[in-house]
């Protein structure tokens, strides 16, 4: 049986795990417990992935081939209150301290029963906090833009566009500024974390997916506009 969700989706569950043996045991115990999971081998592609797909749990090993999972978790944490659970073979006191003093919100040692694997999943979801919504928030309206908070929608007229986490953050961090020029440090930090500051080129990939998708010509926006060298801000009128 599919287990849903606030949204009406299944849950989807990222393992950010390198070695395959592991992952195939995480596929079959999720998908036969009606959860969608997306998997991961490195850290790096954990982190773009979490980003892009919003799931509502993280499975993370910390002996990850290309940076330790306490980076992950510190970087996580940056922008994201998911749920995160450790699966290590690091069992000793001192590495679960630093992993939940880091921001993890559970640890289990391998190796570890389906039995309770499951049941820290479900626990994880029931305390998931929903970190997008404005439940107070009127509709913001700028001619065809409409975004409305509660709902977590964006439309362009009567079309409702599909943007990613990381594209909802970038759009309504600039309505928050209400029409004033935000910075690509200041943009960077508020939807990145305070250590992507200096990763100017995600600015420039995500705002270009984010044009495509609201602007009826990218190459003379009409919303988003850039003040050369300096950011972005949205148009006020």
């Known amino acids: 049986m599919s287990k849903e969700h606030d949204d009406g989706l299944v849950p989807k569950i990222l393992v950010i795990e390198d070695e395959p043996e592991i992952r ?11 959860y969608r999971m997306l998997e991961s081998s490195t850290g790096d592609d954990g982190l773009k992935k979490a980003a892009d797909e919003n ?3 993280v499975l993370l090993d910390l002996g990850l081939p290309d940076v330790d999972g306490l980076s992950v978790i510190h970087k ?7 749920p995160i659970i450790v699966l290590s073979a690091r069992g000793n006191e001192a590495d679960k301290i630093k992993a939940l003093d880091g921001g ?24 998931l906090p929903d970190e997008s ?18 709902r977590r929608q964006v439309f362009i ?5 599909h943007l990613t986490p990381i594209e909802h953050r ?12 935000v910075t690509h440090r200041q943009l960077l930090k508020e939807v990145w974390g305070p250590d992507s500051v200096f990763e100017t080129h995600y600015l420039r990939v995500y705002m270009a997916h984010l044009r495509r998708k609201i602007e009826t010509d990218p190459s003379r926006p009409r919303y988003l ?8 801000r949205l148009a006020s009128e």
């Open 157 to 161: 007229g009567d079309r409702e566009l």
């Open 76 to 82: 996580l944490r940056a922008w994201s209150k998911v």
């Open 225 to 232: 506009l850039t003040e050369p060298g300096i950011g972005y």
């Open 104 to 127: 993890a919100d559970d640890y289990l040692t391998k190796p570890f029963g389906v039995g309770e694997l499951l049941a820290r999943i479900r626990v994880a979801l029931r305390r």
């Open 24 to 34: 195939r045991f995480l596929r079959a115990t999720l998908l036969n417990s009606g």
């Open 133 to 150: 919504l404005e439940p107070d928030a009127s509709p913001f309206v700028l001619d065809e833009l409409r975004v409305d908070f509660s």
């Open 170 to 181: 970038l759009l309504t961090t600039l309505i928050r500024h209400g029409g004033k020029l």
């Open 55 to 57: 799931p509502a749990v």
